[in-house]
């Protein structure tokens, strides 16, 4: 059987995964210094973060977003801060890059088009997680709201359902 012939472009090599992998890590070095993390644990979180861009397949990505959360929690007061937020993207494409580079061969070439439904997962996890702090930046800091909380059971009961739902309906 003869398929008809494909014009693919060439591609971009796939060490450019690593690359965005790199800068993200930057990213999120420079956000850690603003913040004002102690030189120590930048050191921690810069060996991991050159450890995930040439070993993506091991637990280094892993390591370095526990080792990320955990030196915010040490010193970030305020869970809204701009700095703290902007660090959630950049945890995430660091998650997302290494587990493309894990999987494809550093000599491989990549198409933009094959990353397309990575792409549009992370927009859509990013615009979920951008609407629950807003939502969870609406939430007073004293006692809640009565109307508030049963909101909340509802919405999470929601959640679970239709988790279930999608569950149930996957084929087998």
């Not at 050191?43 to 280094?60: C, E, F, M, Q």
């Amino acid at each position: 059987m003869n398929l008809p012939a494909m014009n693919l472009t060439a591609g971009m090599p796939a060490w450019t995964l690593r690359g965005g992998v790199a800068c993200a890590v930057a990213l999120i070095l420079i956000s850690l210094a603003a913040q004002g993390v102690g030189v120590f644990p930048l050191g921690i979180v810069a060996l991991l973060g050159v450890l995930s861009v040439t070993a993506p397949a091991t637990p280094a990505p892993a390591f370095l977003i526990v080792a990320t959360a955990v030196a915010v929690a040490v010193v970030s007061d305020d869970a809204f801060d701009i700095r703290v937020l902007a660090l959630v993207p950049l945890i995430h494409l660091v998650h997302i890059g290494c587990a493309l580079t894990a999987v494809i061969p550093g000599t491989a070439r990549v198409h933009v088009s094959a990353l397309r439904p990575a792409a549009v997962r992370f927009v859509l996890v990013q615009l979920a997680v951008a609407a629950l702090a807003a939502v969870a930046s609406l939430v007073p800091e004293t006692v809640t709201p009565a109307a508030l909380e049963v909101l909340a059971l509802l919405a999470a009961t929601t959640l679970a359902v239709l988790a279930t739902r999608l569950i149930m309906k996957r084929p087998k």
